[in-house]
């Protein structure tokens, strides 16, 4: 499984766009990206997930250049609720039954 | 869509004691169950993976005869801590994936269960 690398931490604030980047030097073939988000005492929630180039949904984007050596989560306009700890994590669905090994994550903390 | 429920959110026990936490995937088939467990501050370690209807593989460090796993349908899996003690208290997750090989099958987490060993 492919080791991820992301900042201890971030501060930002309220309405500013934040980019948080992974590292994921020695990803796969079939590996995916996977990107979730993490409150105090609840369990990870999806947020996002790509394989390359560019993917966009309701609440996030994500954007991994053609060598998918890292990809970077973007949270346009952020809010005081969207403080949490967001992980990154590369795993192979097909052959590790997608197995996922969580990292330290990235501590986020947006201010007023 | 892609709900997990666990049971329950939090239990206080007595050491020694044997407790069975229950994670059930609401509205999807789950060919796949992951157990978590987390310490304060820390990131989510895991357990061991489990597929319906075979033996769960525990990663390595975990003790397969303390942590007992059973996934005996698509849509539950349950995890006993069998003598519970405190070191074993943590915060424990369980996570589900539907049908596997498909390349982009996302890990649905449960909201956790709270274990306390006093």
């Known amino acids: 499984l492919a080791k991820t690398t992301q900042p201890i931490s971030m501060d930002s604030y309220e309405g500013q766009e934040v980019n948080i980047t992974c590292s994921h030097n020695?990803?796969?073939?079939?590996?995916?990206i996977t990107w979730y988000q993490q409150f105090p005492s609840q369990g990870p929630r999806f947020i996002i997930q790509?394989?390359?180039t560019k993917v966009t949904n309701e609440v996030a984007s994500l954007f991994i250049p053609a060598d998918r050596k890292s990809s970077t989560l973007s949270l346009p306009r952020v809010s005081l609720s969207d403080t949490a700890v967001y992980y990154c994590?590369?795993?192979?669905?097909?052959?590790?039954?997608?197995?996922?090994?969580f990292g330290q994550g990235t501590e986020l903390s947006v201010k007023p | 869509g892609a709900v997990v429920s666990q049971h329950p959110s939090w239990v206080i026990c007595k050491s020694g004691t044997s407790v069975k936490i229950e994670c059930r995937s609401l509205?999807?088939?789950?060919?796949?169950m992951f157990w978590y467990r987390q310490f304060p501050k820390q990131s989510l370690m895991l357990m061991a993976t489990?597929?319906?209807?075979?033996?769960?593989?525990?990663e390595q460090g975990v003790e397969k005869d303390k942590f007992l796993i059973n996934h005996a349908s698509l849509t539950l899996s349950t995890l006993t801590v069998t003598s519970a003690h405190p070191e074993d208290s943590s915060f424990y997750i369980c996570s589900a994936s539907g049908a596997g090989g498909r390349g982009t099958d996302t890990q649905y987490f449960g909201p956790g269960t709270r274990l306390t060993v006093l």
């Open positions: 489990s597929n319906e209807g075979s033996k769960a593989t525990y």
């Open positions: 994590l590369v795993g192979d669905f097909y052959n590790q039954g997608g197995k996922l090994i």
């Open positions: 509205d999807f088939q789950a060919t796949t």
């Open positions: 020695n990803i796969a073939t079939n590996d995916y």
């Open positions: 790509g394989y390359k």
